[in-house]
């Protein structure tokens, strides 16, 4: 059964995103729910830890069998206004990678790493403390495995969608 963390919370303040000291975000989409907690500590600087957790359990002839995968990091990006609703940004995310495979009848096997992730994005508030916003970015991913699962380097490119919502 696959888990999916999503924040849903309604508009407290009505003041401007671009002044709002905090938020809560999520990915739109079917990347697993990643949650993330921008804070504003510049004028034009975002700082932003996020996580994700994914957890996927099924039934086998020898017994039941999953998979678990935990994402923890930080984002630190530079935003640049584009007028009064809009503005582009650009930074990048490291994070913390875990993974867990519960063998059915079997041990089970680990793998750790990091992943190196550079961001451009395009962000819209729709409302004053609601904004949408459409990413792209290259990511680079090492994990090392217990058992006999082989290490991992991984390398691709996307698009994401995140909506994020600000409080003062």
């Known amino acids: ?12 303040t009505p003041t401007l995103a671009p002044a709002a000291d905090w938020g809560l975000g999520t990915t739109v989409g079917s990347d ?3 949650l993330y907690v921008p804070f504003k ?3 034009s600087i975002r700082v ?9 359990e099924f039934d086998t002839p020898v ?14 990006f530079r935003s640049v206004a584009l007028g009064e609703r809009f503005q582009s940004y650009a930074g990048g995310r490291v994070a913390y990678l875990y993974a867990d495979l519960e063998v059915a009848g079997g041990p089970d096997e680990t ?7 550079p961001v451009l994005g395009a962000e819209a508030f729709l409302l004053p403390q609601l904004s949408l916003s459409v990413e792209a970015f290259a990511n ?3 994990q090392d495995a217990s058992g006999t699962a082989n290490d991992s380097t991984d390398y691709e490119t996307g698009s994401r969608l995140v909506a994020r919502i600000f409080f003062q």
């Open 48 to 56: 932003e830890p996020f996580g994700s957790y994914f957890r996927n």
């Open 111 to 117: 793998a750790s790493g990091f992943s190196i992730e």
């Open 41 to 43: 500590v510049g004028e």
């Open 32 to 34: 697993g729910g990643t």
């Open 63 to 76: 017994g039941t069998a999953g998979f678990s995968a935990l994402s923890v990091g930080l984002g630190v």
């Open 140 to 142: 680079y991913s090492e």
């Open 1 to 12: 059964m696959r888990t999916r963390i999503l924040a849903v919370l309604a508009l407290l």
